[in-house]
């Protein structure tokens, strides 16, 4: 046996003893491109997920709406700060990692592809989107790299603040006028099949969940976790007296889970090739945000420069 080899062996026993790695242990180089692929995803994930909320910031229908729709988005940039810094971990460089956000060649979620017309898909995003990012994430706080897991706890927290947020807004519009009522409908309608999208393709077409589940680095396979949020979120649009925009959902006796309608896997690959309805909206506006911060760096740099010499000034003098 080769001392690769060997060295793989260890660590896949190491894993196996649920053991988390932490950032200056040996690990395979084929774990460490994973991870930052996963997280660095997962990060611009939460940097463009701000923009089809914060488009609703200033039009939010009262104060208190307006406070926790800024008090969410503020909670996104700080998942993606975290994320990124948990990137750093495995020696991944920031400025790579944003620069291929801002090019275009790195994915971030499907999800925030798709348009938010009305108030209601404010309310939609945090029902559903944020509860299908609990349902990944949950399982993410037990994923084998240290870091990564923890910053998962404190993101959950959060989320579920999301959740509620959202779900909140959709009770308020459910309960009220038909043309509210409608308004919760219409974003159900638009949201439900693009959320059901986020957990990535099925298991038979992820090519990266075998070794990722081996890796511990996923704990539960797409389709698992697809299938839990189904059933997680079917009761509370029931509660809501709204309507799941799937004529073939139905509940299996046997299973005790809902069968439900096929996905459209086509209209998924294409939002993640980059052509979804708003797509280019989306780099865009992410491309002017970072153009227009670069005083904001520049400037903390300088900063920085200036701390750093007056430390090695006095470390002089000392
Ligand atoms: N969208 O082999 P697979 C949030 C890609 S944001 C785009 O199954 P894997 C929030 C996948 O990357 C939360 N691409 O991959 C923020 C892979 O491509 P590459 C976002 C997708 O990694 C603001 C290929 O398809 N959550 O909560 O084993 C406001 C094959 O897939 C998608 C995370 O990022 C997709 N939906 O599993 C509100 C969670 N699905 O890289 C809310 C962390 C798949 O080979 N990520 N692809 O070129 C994960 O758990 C996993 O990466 C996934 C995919 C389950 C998403």
Same mark, same amino acid.
Request: net charge neutral; glycine share 6%; proline share 4%.
């Given at each position: 046996?080769?001392?690769?080899?060997?060295?793989?062996?260890?660590?896949?026993?190491?894993v196996?003893?649920e053991n988390k790695?932490?950032?200056?242990?040996?690990?395979?180089?084929?774990?460490?491109?994973?991870?930052?692929?996963?997280?660095?995803?997962?990060?611009?994930? %939460?940097?463009?997920? *701000?923009?089809?909320? @914060?488009?609703?910031?200033?039009?939010? $229908? &009262? !104060?208190?709406?307006?406070?926790?729709?800024?008090?969410?988005?503020?909670?996104?940039?700080?998942?993606?700060?975290?994320?990124?810094?948990?990137?750093?971990?495995?020696?991944?460089?920031?400025?790579?990692?944003?620069?291929?956000?801002?090019?275009?060649?790195?994915?971030?979620?499907?999800?925030?592809?798709?348009?938010?017309?009305?108030?209601?898909?404010?309310?939609?995003?945090?029902?559903?989107?944020?509860?299908?990012?609990?349902?990944n994430q949950v399982m993410l706080c037990r994923t084998s790299y240290g870091?990564y897991a923890r910053?998962m706890v404190?993101?959950c927290?959060?989320?579920?603040?999301?959740?509620?947020?959202?779900?909140?807004?959709?009770?308020?519009?459910?309960?009220?006028?038909? %043309?509210?009522?409608? *308004?919760?409908?219409? @974003?159900?309608?638009?949201?439900?099949? $693009? &959320? !059901?999208?986020?957990?990535?393709?099925?298991?038979?077409?992820?090519?990266?969940?075998?070794?990722?589940m081996?890796w511990k680095i996923k704990r539960k396979?797409?389709?698992?976790?697809?299938?839990?949020?189904?059933?997680?979120?079917?009761?509370?649009?029931?509660?809501?007296?709204?309507?799941?925009?799937?004529?073939?959902?139905?509940?299996?006796?046997?299973?005790?889970?809902?069968?439900?309608?096929?996905?459209?896997?086509?209209?998924?690959?294409?939002?993640?090739?980059?052509?979804?309805?708003?797509?280019?909206?989306?780099?865009?506006?992410?491309?002017?945000?970072?153009?227009?911060?670069?005083?904001?760096?520049?400037?903390?740099?300088?900063?920085?420069?200036?701390?750093?010499?007056?430390?090695?000034?006095?470390?002089?003098?000392?």
């Amino acid at each position: 046996m080769t001392k690769e080899m060997d060295m793989m062996e260890q660590f896949q026993q190491y894993v196996d003893g649920e053991n988390k790695v932490e950032p200056k242990h040996w690990m395979p180089e084929a774990y460490r491109k994973t991870l930052i692929r996963q997280i660095s995803q997962h990060a611009h994930s %939460e940097v463009v997920g *701000m923009l089809p909320e @914060a488009n609703w910031i200033t039009r939010a $229908p &009262s !104060l208190r709406r307006k406070v926790a729709l800024l008090a969410k988005v503020q909670d996104e940039a700080g998942h993606g700060l975290y994320l990124y810094s948990a990137a750093e971990t495995l020696a991944a460089d920031r400025k790579d990692m944003i620069d291929d956000l801002l090019s275009g060649k790195a994915k971030y979620s499907s999800i925030f592809n798709y348009p938010t017309p009305t108030w209601a898909d404010i309310g939609a995003i945090g029902w559903l989107v944020d509860g299908a990012a609990i349902a990944n994430q949950v399982m993410l706080c037990r994923t084998s790299y240290g870091p990564y897991a923890r910053a998962m706890v404190k993101i959950c927290k959060e989320e579920s603040f999301h959740q509620r947020q959202g779900y909140e807004i959709m009770m308020t519009l459910a309960k009220g006028s038909p %043309e509210q009522k409608k *308004m919760a409908q219409d @974003a159900l309608n638009r949201w439900w099949w $693009p &959320s !059901l999208m986020m957990f990535g393709p099925t298991d038979e077409h992820s090519p990266n969940s075998a070794q990722s589940m081996k890796w511990k680095i996923k704990r539960k396979s797409n389709d698992e976790l697809r299938e839990e949020f189904i059933d997680k979120t079917v009761p509370q649009a029931e509660y809501l007296n709204l309507t799941i925009p799937d004529k073939d959902l139905k509940w299996n006796e046997d299973r005790q889970s809902y069968d439900h309608g096929e996905i459209d896997w086509d209209e998924f690959y294409n939002v993640i090739k980059g052509r979804g309805k708003c797509n280019k909206q989306r780099m865009a506006a992410r491309n002017k945000a970072h153009e227009e911060g670069a005083w904001v760096r520049e400037a903390a740099n300088a900063y920085a420069e200036k701390q750093e010499a007056r430390k090695q000034k006095q470390k002089g003098a000392a």
